[in-house]
């Protein structure tokens, strides 16, 4: 609590004291409540003072000055049980506290409200009349907190924050993570129940009704799980309070603060499994002044140390001390007024590399009470270069400090005071929040067998500050799949378009992932029928466990070929399947070879074979259930699709040009010789005659290599011919002897 709050409490329960006592309204038992609570508060034994509000307020609901205190002492545990009673009490008296604005403030800023803070704020500095009263300064930076709070607020980092848990976590306060080199081992600062720091007739508890202050101990069960924690031993825990604050030297020491003085910085070795009796750092370090937090760096040369001895007012501020090797710490030297404010700086901590430094200051653009800061090291001006706040949400408008990077620097641990924690400080982790990639394929939900190629998915979303973000892929040949590395931890919106045109649009939360290597699997099902199985190609059938080619099929490969022939820029192709009635292994070579089948034919017939793809989906593709002879035949063929290049849309497909052979044959001709005969054209067109023995009819077959054919038949100067050319096209001629 700060200095201003402080007075304001001491001013308002002497007032309290008066009123409680001189109240006629108030029974007996509840005037006694009253007046202890009061006491107890105006020693600052907030958690003590509060059960004796509640039975006044048990007793007597709207007893306005007893909701008036409970709410300022549920500062420290409950923020927002603090606002509603505080309020409560303005509602039913609004001149409950004649600094009632000042404390409406408080609650506001607490609780992210803060518009209303600054009104509150201004309000009370309107009430104070003399223009040099010292609170004036202090309301002034209230106001610039709230300010503060509200950009920072409003450019929240993507960062995830994550509390430890009530196995380490408890109602009091929890502080001063210090992590050890393999991340295994947690020791932290506690002021629960477990203490054993104390006068013993006193059961641990300290002058501000809080227990003393504990080193403890817990090792990892896995990445979310923490062991039950241990009091280190008595050695390390004295009669006061006692903190923790670094391991170092191969984790074989222990940083540590003890309540000795006003505070000082001591060390502990570890022997034998134990650690050693503390030993108080020099006195160039230590000091009749407050000496709370330290970090020394990994070569044990230098130490990073928050004092209150060269401040007038005893504010804290960060200073260093150098040594040789087996030399003690020298003078200490300033960080300077770049990093030191007139208002406390504590928590130094370093970088591994140490180029970076971490801190909390209640000074700077803090949102409220301590913040964490950060400056880099200028390597060319030999200084800490301007100090930066983490921002939101690693800072809140309460306090915020002891940030310890995880050896490996991929998180942090931090203590705080937050809103939906398990009571006062507890200790959290700070995750950056890390992209993740997205991979699958898109189906249509009428096959969703059969993924789609060339499909663009566009994801778009927001980073944690509101920015647009868009993350774009294509599908892709020859499996369909797509792949995009987006930042985890939001809601996106997927476009799923074809050939520039929108499908449709899912959503698709992606969860948090605080590592570089997640990869999540999404496939996309839309509504889209794919117009690259082209009608103008007809499909060809195959009979059971066959692939040789049909007569009719072959008809129908040579439409294909000419269709191809004709459109020079299409590139098809050739799916090969199968009925169910062999294994799928089986089946997909027996797909292959229908497909390899038609390619090899279509090759012959003049297309490139570069044109020509083919696939096996075996049994896998249904046309038709397998449950009949007739639905198997339709399952056992091969079908052609268009292959489209990314971006291109399906082309008109123009026709070939129609060709008739009709085979003339001479009204009159010659009378032929009586027998059968066999003859091979040039062009490969094979001619089968037969001639009966009366020399009057005739029968001429013709078979073209493209498939074309005609029959030809002449009696008594009558002439019959029918044919098909290479396109299926037909024909037919009858004629008479004139």
């Not at 201004?122 to 300010?147: C, F, G």
């Not at 096996?616 to 063929?637: C, F, H, I, K, V």
């Not at 009709?662 to 010789?673: G, L, S």
């Not at 490969?684 to 023995?693: E, F, I, L, Q």
């Amino acid at each position: 609590m700060d200095n201003l709050s402080r007075k304001l409490l001491h001013a308002s329960c002497a007032l309290a004291l008066t009123a409680a006592a001189s109240s006629p309204a108030l029974a007996q038992s509840t005037r006694k409540d009253l007046k202890t609570g009061n006491k107890l508060f105006d020693l600052e034994n907030y958690r003590a003072s509060i059960p004796y509000y509640e039975r006044v307020l048990a007793k007597d609901p709207n007893n306005a000055q007893a909701l008036f205190r409970a709410g300022v002492a549920y500062l420290s545990f409950d923020k927002e049980k603090a606002s509603d009673y505080i309020y409560k009490a303005q509602k039913l008296k609004p001149k409950v506290s004649r600094d009632i604005e000042y404390w409406l403030g408080q609650v506001d800023h607490l609780n992210y409200n803060f518009d209303e803070a600054i009104t509150h704020y201004q309000a009370y500095n309107a009430t104070l009349k003399k223009k040099n009263d010292t609170r004036r300064e202090e309301v002034a930076q209230l106001i610039q907190h709230s300010k503060n709070a509200k950009v920072l607020f409003n450019q929240p980092k993507d960062i995830f924050v994550k509390n430890l848990g009530p196995t380490v976590n408890t109602q009091y306060s929890e502080h001063s993570p210090v992590i050890s080199a393999d991340d295994k081992t947690l020791i932290f600062t506690s002021r629960g129940e477990q203490v054993t720091g104390s006068d013993v007739k006193k059961k641990g508890i300290a002058a501000d009704g809080e227990y003393y202050e504990d080193i403890f101990e817990t090792h990892r069960v896995d990445a979310d799980n923490w062991e039950k924690p241990r009091s280190l031993s008595g050695v390390l825990n004295g009669k006061g309070h006692d903190a923790s604050i670094q391991l170092f030297d191969n984790d074989s020491k222990l940083l540590m603060y003890r309540s000795d003085q006003d505070g000082d910085i001591f060390v502990s070795e570890k022997t034998g499994g134990d650690w050693t009796a503390p030993k108080k750092l020099n006195d160039n370090i230590n000091s009749k002044y407050y000496e709370g937090d330290a970090y020394i760096t990994p070569d044990g040369q230098t130490l990073y140390f928050s004092t209150g001895k060269y401040s007038e007012d005893g504010s804290l501020d960060l200073y260093y001390s150098t040594r040789s090797n087996g030399g003690d710490w020298g003078p200490a030297k300033s960080l300077g007024g770049v990093i030191n404010t007139k208002y406390d700086e504590d928590s130094p901590y370093l970088s591994r590399d140490g180029k970076t430094l971490y801190f909390s200051s209640r000074g700077h653009n803090t949102m409220g009470n301590y913040d964490i800061f950060k400056s880099q090291w200028d390597s060319i001006g030999r200084k800490w270069g301007r100090p930066e706040n983490l921002g939101y949400p690693v800072n809140t408008p309460d306090a915020d400090s002891y940030y310890r990077l995880a050896p490996d620097g991929s998180y942090a641990y931090l203590s705080s005071y937050r809103i939906g924690g398990y009571g006062e400080k507890d200790i959290y982790t700070i995750n950056y929040i890390k992209n993740v990639t997205i991979k699958g394929q898109v189906f249509s939900k009428r096959d969703s067998l059969q993924s789609i190629p060339g499909v663009e998915l566009v994801f778009s979303g927001k980073t944690a500050s509101n920015e647009a973000i868009s993350f774009r892929d294509i599908t892709k040949q020859p499996n369909g799949d797509y792949s995009v590395n987006l930042l985890s931890g939001r809601t996106y919106q997927v476009a799923v378009n074809k050939d520039g045109k929108n499908i449709e649009t899912q959503e698709f939360a992606v969860p948090i992932s605080t590592t570089d290597s997640t990869s999540i699997v999404k496939n996309f099902y839309v509504n889209y029928i794919d117009t690259t199985a082209n009608s103008q190609f007809k499909k060809i059938y195959f009979d059971t466990d066959k692939y040789t080619l049909r007569a009719e099929s072959i008809k129908t490969l040579n439409n294909t070929a000419a269709i191809l022939k004709a459109n020079t820029g299409l590139n098809i192709s050739i799916e090969g399947h199968c009925d169910s009635r062999n294994t799928d292994e089986y089946n997909m070579v027996l797909g292959q070879n229908r497909a390899d089948a038609a390619r090899n034919y279509l090759v012959k017939q003049g297309v490139a074979g570069a044109r020509l793809t083919t696939v096996s989906y075996g049994e896998r593709r249904p046309a038709a259930p397998n449950d009949t002879p007739e639905n198997m035949q339709l399952n056992r063929r091969d079908e052609f699709r268009v292959v489209l290049k990314e971006g291109e849309s399906m082309p008109v497909i123009q026709e070939p040009a129609p060709t008739t052979t009709i085979i003339a044959v001479p009204v009159k001709p010659a009378r032929p010789q009586p027998g059968k005969s066999k003859v091979k054209l040039a062009d490969g067109t094979k001619v089968k005659t037969k001639v009966d023995d009366d020399s009057d009819k005739v029968k001429v077959k013709t078979k073209g290599t493209n498939g074309e054919k005609s029959k030809t038949k002449a009696k008594d100067g009558e002439l019959d011919s029918k044919a098909k050319d290479a396109s299926g096209e037909k024909a037919k001629v009858k004629a008479k002897p004139e």
